[in-house]
């Protein structure tokens, strides 16, 4: 009998791992949303909500809305991107106290914000799936992490191209695994890599800075590319985001209601 008890410890634990509670549950690849190209969206991270806009997607903060605020988008027929940054701490948020001040580098330029040390996803996978989790707890459709281009910046860490693209998939990876779409946000450079990983793209200026053309393979691939400016007049850009297929508006740099649509 004695002999048997190391073999029944390892089958009750086998056991136990078989009915604990339930992981991420994810939808086969065919039922995530998928954004075309050309969708028109709102992107409103201040101020309150304004859930009348008439277009078919939003991209709203996922900490700072409720559950009931998703569901009610989707009465009104929105599909509904949730907000992250994941590749830069906030002092604001809930969870703030539970990153160590070993991965958090410099300051991004915004207020109460610090670069972090994407090599360490022994810290930070944990921390973005739970993140994740809330996400997709709310009921969002997609999610868009920011801050996903550190190493291109003075993070106060020696990033380098291979460390953004295992940490970019790592957050692909985790957002699919909750049956979420999940969006490239900027990181031009290393779009061949990643347009396999990414539903779709997000980005900010690329008129301005003469850079639209190379979001053209996600266009190719039939993945949308929601796109700002803050800078430019519409007549600057719309003509060409519209041969591009860019789902393309002006917004002022609080990202409050205001909006110029293409």
Known sequence: MRRLLP???????????????????????????????????????????????????????????PA??????????RKVICYLSTGAWEDFRPDADRFPKSVLGKGNGWEGERWLDIRRTDVLEPLMAERLDMCRTKGFDAVEPDN????????GFPLTAADQLRYNRLIA??????????????????????LPDFDFAVNEQCAEYDECDRLAPFVAAGKAVFH???????????????????????K???LGVWRRAC
């Open 228 to 250: 700002v400016e803050y800078e430019l007049d519409t007549a600057e850009f719309c003509p060409q985001a519209r041969k591009l297929g860019l789902s393309s508006m002006l």
């Open 252 to 254: 002022r740099y609080d």
């Open 68 to 77: 009931s605020t998703v569901t009610d988008l989707h009465r009104r027929g």
């Open 173 to 194: 990876r985790l957002a699919h695994e909750r049956g979420l779409a999940v969006g490239l946000k900027n990181d031009l450079d290393q779009i061949p890599q990643l």
């Open 148 to 155: 996903m281009d550190g190493y291109e910046n003075r993070t």
């Open 7 to 65: 073999l029944l410890a390892g089958l009750l634990l086998l056991a136990t791992a078989c009915t604990a509670g339930p992981g991420p549950d994810p939808k086969p690849a065919e039922e995530r949303w998928r954004p075309a190209p050309g969708l028109a969206w709102q992107w409103q991270l201040s101020g309150r909500l304004d859930p009348t806009v008439d277009v078919p997607v939003y991209d709203i903060d996922g900490f700072d809305h």
